[in-house]
């Protein structure tokens, strides 16, 4: 898929191995409800794989709805990363997930 076919906000590249992968706010669901992230990878910047969920809320999770800005971070091993969430009853807050690779399945680091 070529980079003007990838419908996000907010968009994030992380280097890594080789490689880049592109994270970002779903551009269909950045203002109601939502259900996670998808990671995109390339080689060039401008043809990619993907879309990968890399994140799904589930039923327990305590936001659905403006999943935005994901930024993800390597440390120590761990890929983390960095967004925004918000509920119909709860103002917006930043949880942070974690995953042991930059595009496999993002869980969150702690409860919210």
Same mark, same amino acid.
């Given at each position: 898929m070529h980079i003007s076919e990838i419908h996000v906000r907010d968009p994030f590249i992380l280097p890594y191995d080789g490689k880049y992968y592109l994270y970002g706010?779903?551009? $269909?669901?950045?203002? /109601?409800?939502?259900?996670? #992230? &998808?990671?995109?990878?390339?080689?060039?910047? $401008?043809?990619?794989? /993907?879309?990968?969920?890399? #994140? &799904?809320?589930?039923?327990?999770?305590?936001?659905?709805?403006?999943?935005?800005?994901?930024?993800?971070?390597?440390?120590?091993?761990k890929f983390y990363m960095f967004a925004s969430f918000k509920s119909e009853d709860k103002c917006r807050g930043t949880q942070i997930l974690v995953c042991d690779t930059p595009n496999g399945t993002f869980k969150p680091l702690t409860d919210s």
């Open positions: 706010t779903r551009g $269909e669901t950045c203002w /109601g409800l939502a259900k996670g #992230f &998808d990671c995109y990878i390339s080689e060039d910047l $401008e043809n990619f794989d /993907g879309p990968f969920e890399i #994140f &799904d809320a589930g039923e327990d999770f305590w936001a659905d709805r403006h999943f935005w800005a994901p930024e993800v971070h390597l440390y120590n091993g």
